[in-house]
């Protein structure tokens, strides 16, 4: 049985909350009483490492795969205007209030330590999208690097670490979905087939033993600015809905599937829609363009 109710994670700023729909039935998820976050993903969600790829990944790339415990444990996360595709904390980093202030940050200092494995420029799988440079690391091979080498390093090396109290966050499918607009193909079984490829390597996270999951869904790409400029935007609103929907159908099926896994996916495209539609709620004044200092060193990040 599927579970609609809602439940809630703070995001440590104190006056941001991100709700998350439940999708099993097991005890409500506790974020107050979770000691880590372990992320997946692409440049929406990498944070650099010492150890990493520099703009890329926190620790290691395509060549690089293997590591130790000990350099895992000793990686520290860079926060500065580059450290990230945002220009300063991203989202997980504001989550777990973990590597938000500028300069060095062990994972292991933080109330809620974040071990961040996604890569920038990461699509699902090179079965169905070529990597965007040679070292990448797609989503597949960021869990099987993960199953390898870092799993264990948490597991028998960090003191104090618990699964149970642990929760696991992927957000992927922005390149994915880019990447594959103008293919020949029945975009809707295409989306399904990419989920199901992603829902293969979460089970293999299962299969090591983590119960708690959350999963992000596509933002609003059709709206971005270059796309708000164009007659037909690519990728367009319903692609992006399907893809949505291939991602809600898989994580309720990987819920029923799992009673015992706390599943939760955050409706990321509804929050950002009306970011878009109602920014004067959010204190936004510009939603068509880039900003212009983006790249300046004393651009303001909120």
Known sequence: ?????????????????????????????????????????????YVQGTLGHQNFSFIGDQFNLAYDAETLLSNKIVQNQTATAE???????YLTNCGVHQGLTSP?????QLWDFAFAGADISTEYTPLHHNFTVSLVDQINQFKQY?????????????????????WIGINDINDSVK?????????KTLTDTLFASVEILYSLGYRNYL????????????????????????????????????????????????VMLFDAHARLVDMLDEPWKYGMVNTTDFCAGYDQPDIAVG
């Open 1 to 45: 049985m599927i579970i609609l109710t809602t439940c809630i994670l703070a995001i440590t700023s104190g006056t941001t909350f991100a709700r998350a729909g439940p999708l099993s039935k097991p005890a409500k998820f506790d974020w107050s009483s979770t000691e880590a976050l372990i992320a997946f993903g692409d440049s929406y969600t």
């Open 87 to 93: 220009g300063g904390p991203n989202w997980v980093e």
């Open 108 to 112: 292991q200092n933080c109330k809620k």
């Open 150 to 170: 870092g799993h264990p390093a948490l597991l028998h090396n960090l003191t104090g670490f618990k699964q149970d109290k642990t929760l696991l966050a992927l």
């Open 183 to 191: 293919y020949a193909v029945d975009f809707p079984s295409f989306y």
């Open 215 to 262: 999963f992000m869904n596509l933002p609003p790409l059709d709206r971005t600015p270059g796309n708000q400029v164009k007659s037909e935007p690519s990728p367009n609103a319903t692609q992006v809905g399907w893809y949505n929907a291939a991602l809600a159908d898989h994580a309720a099926a990987f819920a029923g599937k799992h009673k015992e896994a706390r």
